[in-house]
């Protein structure tokens, strides 16, 4: 068996998954990672989009895509997903036509000069589906030489084996409306103090709900919570 996905069946919690799919799309040449779920949560399907995790893209960039919600105008994963191959960017965009706001998302993107990469879309069970990206190459010729077929079987059995590590009952205890806006700002990356800013509480409010949010969700870390949260689709960073 390929080393990787050894790696992948040996993982027992979410935040060691993470890291084992961090390590090897970095060996492959590959700084940035996004992991995208098809959001499922509230009635009828709730809120559109996807629920995101991400490591490794620049700070521009996430200020762009996630703190001035461009994300949501992105098409990549969704039409990654429809395709159900592996995909550059570039191709992506090459093969539909934009509307007015993926096109200023698309122009929005260049400005961060986020560069070309890579889209897998991945299936679960239940409608669990999503996409990994990489993106970030240490160097422009990896983009044409890396194993695209491999990356794709590895990003499909790591999203299995996360889909095997979630509970497949709903939460005992559900998480309350301010235990998701916390969780989603984790998710965004921001650290406790810039959490208890933005929602204006205490630092040591944040920490109480953090904690509570980690009993809930049965982890007891941050990128577990993150990573646990947007594979049941509880939140839409």
């Given amino acids: 068996m390929n080393p990787g996905l050894q790696q992948l069946a040996k993982a027992e919690s979410p935040a060691e998954l993470w890291r084992v799919v961090r390590r090897y799309f970095l060996g492959q040449g590959f700084r940035s990672l996004a992991y ?13 989009g996807f629920n995101i995790v991400q490591y490794g893209f620049p700070r ?4 762009a895509y996630i703190d001035e919600d461009w994300g949501r105008k992105d098409p990549g994963p969704a039409y990654s997903l429809a395709k159900g191959v592996a995909m550059r960017w ?18 929005r ?9 890579y889209s897998f879309p991945v299936f679960g069970p239940s409608g669990r589906n ?14 044409d030489a890396v194993p695209v ?26 998480l309350s409306g301010r235990e ?14 810039v959490i208890a800013d933005i929602l204006d509480l205490s630092g040591a409010t944040v920490d109480t709900y953090l904690r509570r949010i980690y009993e809930k969700l ?20």
Avoid at 36 to 48: A, C, I, T
């Fill in 36 to 48: 995208f779920v098809v959001n499922r949560s509230g009635p009828s399907g709730g809120r559109k």
């Fill in 60 to 63: 521009e960039v996430i200020k």
């Fill in 90 to 107: 570039y191709e992506i965009w090459e093969q539909i036509e934009p509307d007015a706001e993926q096109a200023s998302f698309l122009e």
């Fill in 109 to 117: 993107m260049r400005e961060t000069k986020l560069g070309d990469g």
């Fill in 130 to 143: 999503g996409c990994v990206t990489v993106g970030r190459a240490i160097n422009e010729t990896i983009i």
């Fill in 149 to 174: 077929d491999d990356m794709h079987i590895f990003a499909q059995a790591a999203h299995m084996r996360l889909c095997q590590l979630l509970p497949d009952r709903p939460l005992e205890k559900p």
């Fill in 180 to 193: 998701l806006e916390i969780l989603d700002w984790v998710a965004r990356g921001k650290s406790n103090g």
């Fill in 218 to 237: 049965e982890v007891s870390d941050r990128t577990s919570a993150a990573v646990r949260g947007v594979g049941m689709g509880l939140i839409a960073a």
